[in-house]
């Protein structure tokens, strides 16, 4: 049940820049934060974005994000092999309280 | 450093219960700081918000789940526990559980994951 709408797949080539894209509505993004996690399959995801541009201690400063409405991106520059993986970006949904909505994901793959 | 682990059945029959546990070390379930919650992902789909519960009883569970779920705190154990009756295929997923922090402010976020289980619902 994902509200938050992701591009399904991403590429890019070492070393360069890629976006990916997030769209909600006026109840979730439109009105909160959004979250980024990079998730590699049999791991566990890892907060890579918060408060939509916020990075934790220990992520890289080639991870980056922003929201503009009720959309959001996060931005990889300089683009690694480690980097490939899913990606899926989080916020919450004033429409319900406590309801966590999250997109489906984006497979990022490093050509 | 806190680390969480999910343990629980592999199997559920359909119209049972299943049953995971998250096991929480390093840190304490009945800090005021945080939320616990939990996340599934059926395979091939995205992130899905099972629901939350603060120490002190407060809980929130995703409507379309709500007349099926109970999380709760096990203060003794230092664990939480998620409980969904009545499963079908559907609830088949990788079920993670996840620390939430400042979770009463933009800053919340997921900061602290299990590695996930992977739950499969058939007779």
């Known amino acids: 049940q994902s509200v938050l709408t992701q591009p399904p797949s991403a590429s890019g080539t070492p070393g360069q820049r890629v976006t990916i894209s997030c769209s909600g509505s006026?109840?979730?993004?439109?009105?909160?934060?959004v979250n980024w996690y990079q998730h590699l399959p049999g791991t566990a995801p890892k907060l890579l974005i918060y408060?939509?541009?916020q990075r934790p201690s220990g992520v890289p400063d080639r991870f980056s994000g922003s929201k503009s409405g009720t959309s959001a991106s996060l931005a990889i520059s300089g683009l690694q092999s480690e980097d490939e993986a899913d990606y899926f970006c989080a916020a919450w949904d004033d429409s319900q309280i406590g309801l966590l909505v999250f997109g489906e994901g984006t497979k990022l793959t490093v050509l | 450093q806190v680390q969480l682990q999910e343990s629980g059945p592999g199997l559920v029959k359909p119209s049972q219960t299943l049953s995971l546990t998250c096991t929480v070390s390093g840190g304490s379930v009945t800090s005021a700081s945080y939320y616990w919650t939990w996340i599934r992902q059926p395979a091939g789909k995205g992130l899905e918000w099972v629901g939350r519960?603060?120490?002190?009883?407060?809980?929130n569970y995703n409507p379309s789940l709500k007349s099926r779920v109970t999380i709760s705190i096990d203060t003794s154990k230092n664990q939480f526990s998620l409980n969904l009756s009545s499963v079908t295929a559907a609830d088949t997923a990788v079920y993670y559980c996840?620390?939430?922090?400042?979770?009463?402010?933009?800053?919340?976020?997921?900061?602290?994951w299990g590695q996930g289980t992977t739950v499969t619902v058939s007779s």
């Open positions: 408060n939509n541009d």
């Open positions: 996840a620390r939430l922090t400042d979770f009463w402010s933009a800053n919340y976020r997921m900061d602290v």
């Open positions: 519960m603060f120490m002190r009883g407060s809980t």
């Open positions: 006026s109840s979730d993004i439109g009105s909160n934060t």
